[in-house]
């Protein structure tokens, strides 16, 4: 039974649908609705998709009609004493009160089974965030450590920069000064560069070095051993210090 009007759900696990029209009402105090009643109560043996009980009477299961007409109201109890009126309403009061206490439970259970559902969910939630806490601690200290790595990039990218400049300048100076050197040396060289003086210089001394030292001292013409004629001119050396006669 809903809360919310005075309406009979269908007491069948997978259906509960409100019930408005036609509906099935058994001994043990469940109802159904039409769909489900047809297809479960025309099996044998018969018995409740709710308890399970078994329904073998002739009025342990009944098809109703939930909106009956006027006429139908007006004639169905009529003839009847007032002793066995009451006992019918009774009866059909405790039904209806049995169907709302049964609602009550089902909801409370599912109350029940949604507020654990809820705190498992919750748990599970709460695991989640503290592990998302840590991993969000772990990446803050990997953006800390980048951002020191960062800094020290900089700054050494900073001193390198600074060498750099250094170097160009002294680069610079050391060139006008080879400049310089250079202009000058081509007006003392007769317009030679330094390299070609240079190597003009190294030429002339290794030319020099090759160059085989000469013996003035003279050299006899002819061998002593060999014979001598009588138009040859006899120097010191060849005579061993004699001197040299005119014949």
């Known amino acids: 039974m809903s809360f919310c009007d005075d309406t009979l759900l269908c007491n069948f696990a997978k259906c509960r649908?409100?019930?408005?029209?036609?509906?099935?009402?058994?001994?043990?105090?469940?109802?159904?609705?039409?769909?489900?009643?047809s297809l479960e109560f025309n099996r044998s043996p018969t018995s409740c998709p709710a308890c399970s009980s078994t329904l073998s009477g002739k009025m342990d299961?009944?098809?109703?009609?939930?909106?009956?007409?006027?006429?139908?109201?007006?004639?169905?109890?009529?003839?009847?004493?007032?002793?066995?009126?009451?006992?019918?309403?009774?009866?059909?009061?405790?039904?209806?009160?049995?169907?709302?206490?049964?609602?009550?439970?089902?909801?409370?259970?599912?109350?029940?089974?949604?507020?654990?559902?809820?705190?498992?969910?919750?748990?599970?939630?709460t695991q989640q965030n503290q592990t998302r806490q840590l991993e969000l601690s772990s990446m803050k200290g990997e953006i800390a450590s980048l951002k020191k790595m960062l800094e020290d990039f900089k700054r050494k990218n900073g001193d390198m920069s600074e060498r750099l400049m250094e170097k160009s300048r002294q680069y610079q100076k050391l060139q006008g000064l080879y400049e310089q050197l250079r202009m000058r040396t081509m007006v003392v060289g007769g317009g030679q560069s330094p390299c070609q003086l240079t190597y003009h210089?190294?030429?002339?001394?290794?030319?020099?070095?090759?160059?085989?030292?000469?013996?003035?001292?003279?050299?006899?013409?002819?061998?002593?051993?060999?014979?001598?004629?009588?138009?040859?001119?006899?120097?010191?050396?060849?005579?061993?210090?004699?001197?040299?006669?005119?014949?």
């Open 201 to 247: 210089n190294v030429n002339t001394e290794v030319a020099a070095q090759q160059t085989p030292k000469r013996n003035h001292r003279f050299s006899p013409c002819v061998d002593a051993d060999r014979p001598r004629n009588f138009f040859q001119i006899y120097s010191p050396i060849c005579n061993n210090g004699r001197a040299v006669k005119n014949n």
């Open 61 to 125: 299961i009944l098809r109703t009609e939930l909106s009956p007409s006027e006429h139908y109201k007006a004639m169905v109890l009529c003839g009847l004493r007032p002793d066995i009126v009451m006992d019918i309403t009774s009866r059909a009061l405790a039904f209806w009160n049995y169907q709302v206490h049964q609602e009550r439970m089902y909801q409370e259970y599912s109350a029940l089974r949604t507020e654990k559902q809820l705190q498992q969910m919750e748990k599970v939630l």
């Open 17 to 37: 649908v409100k019930l408005t029209t036609f509906a099935w009402v058994t001994a043990c105090s469940h109802v159904f609705c039409d769909q489900h009643g």
